[in-house]
């Protein structure tokens, strides 16, 4: 399978997509791969739910909250986890929090460049990885800064085949 064939069949799938402290190098260099109708399909006709922590007056509470409802989905986690809670909050919860909530109910919990693998360049102003906050599953890690967005699709792709017995 193309690399377009298999991000267009990951994006069938519950996908919550969150962005911590990030430049969005990932999402940029998915939305750039050149895949037709990937814009469409991204944003408006898929059940992925991309989330900017850093952003929260675009959704908010709400939005979380109907995710939180959600039983069957795959968490990305793109960008560093701050140690200072104010820095990161999205619904009235720190980016921890969130994703600790989030992490909890998603089959499969996929860290996505540099800075959510290990706290990137702001490990130096004390960001996380997502590994580091998450100790109850197995975080599955894609490094790279941006990461390949074919390594990204390739691991969400192996991740739906896992819980879904394929």
């Not at 911590?20 to 944003?43: K, W, Y």
């Not at 995710?67 to 968490?75: Q, S, V």
């Not at 909530?101 to 860290?111: K, M, Q």
Request: one cysteine or more; hydrophobic letters at 40%.
């Amino acid at each position: 399978m193309d690399y377009c064939s298999a991000l267009k069949e990951v994006l069938k799938h519950n996908i919550v997509w969150i962005e911590a402290q990030s430049c969005s190098g990932e999402t940029v260099m998915i939305l750039r791969s050149g895949c037709e109708g990937l814009e469409e399909l991204f944003f408006h006709s898929s059940p992925v739910k991309f989330i900017s922590l850093v952003c929260e007056e675009k959704s908010g509470r709400e939005i979380l909250e109907k995710i939180l409802e959600m039983t069957d989905y795959i968490l990305v986690v793109e960008g560093a986890i701050p140690s200072n809670d104010s820095l990161c909050t999205f619904g009235g919860y720190s980016c921890t929090q969130v994703i600790k909530l989030l992490a909890e109910r998603a089959n499969s919990i996929i860290a996505v460049g540099s800075c959510a693998v290990n706290g990137g360049i702001l490990r130096e102003a004390g960001s996380k990885g997502v590994r580091e906050i998450i100790n109850s599953k197995k975080v599955l890690e894609v490094p790279g800064c941006p990461a390949s967005p074919q390594m990204i699709v390739a691991m969400i792709y192996s991740a739906l085949g896992e819980n879904h017995g394929s």
